[in-house]
């Protein structure tokens, strides 16, 4: 009954003797969006009986031309109703045409400059030189001053 409805609802409310004002305000938003989708509905059919009797005068000899809104019912426009309805409700933000910066081209993969260093050398873009480490001389040229003698004596020609 409408009483045991009226207990279930006040039950999810913090204070239940808040329920009468609040269910009624509930009700009265669901009218007001009931009436400003009906409103729109009218219009959307307005609308488009005005594109058909224009389609109409235009058409004289182009059968295959065919509209989408055609396809469009009543119900797939309410659903869009509701949707934005429901996100408004849940407090989207619109933006501003001038805010909203629109990039036509896709967004790029970008690399870390690791990963561009790795393509650069596999590619041979670059050569790379051999680096001493901790400032160390390369080991061709740390020899001792007796390795440097020993090497003079064998490049010599044998002693006969």
């Avoid at 790029?108 to 790795?118: A, D, F, G, I």
């Avoid at 901790?134 to 020609?157: C, Q, T, V, Y």
Wanted: aromatic residues 8%; hydrophobic residues 35%.
């Amino acid at each position: 009954s409408y009483r045991d409805v009226m207990k279930l609802c006040a039950a999810h409310l913090p204070t239940q003797s808040d329920a009468p004002n609040h269910y009624q305000a509930v009700c009265r938003a669901l009218f007001a969006e009931t009436m400003e989708l009906y409103t729109f509905l009218a219009k959307i059919k307005s609308a488009r009986e005005n594109l058909k009797k224009m389609q109409e005068m235009d058409k004289k000899g182009n059968e295959d031309s065919s509209t989408d809104l055609d396809e469009l019912q009543t119900a797939d426009w309410a659903q869009f109703w509701v949707q934005v309805m429901r996100d408004l409700r849940n407090g989207v933000k619109l933006k501003k045409v001038q805010e909203r910066q629109y990039n036509p081209l896709p967004i790029e993969y970008q690399l870390t400059p690791y990963e561009m260093l790795m393509d650069d050398i596999r590619s041979k873009r670059y050569t790379l030189r051999k680096v001493m480490v901790n400032g160390g001389i390369p080991p061709r040229l740390k020899k001792s001053a007796h390795e440097i003698i020993l090497d003079f004596i064998r490049s010599r020609p044998p002693l006969n």
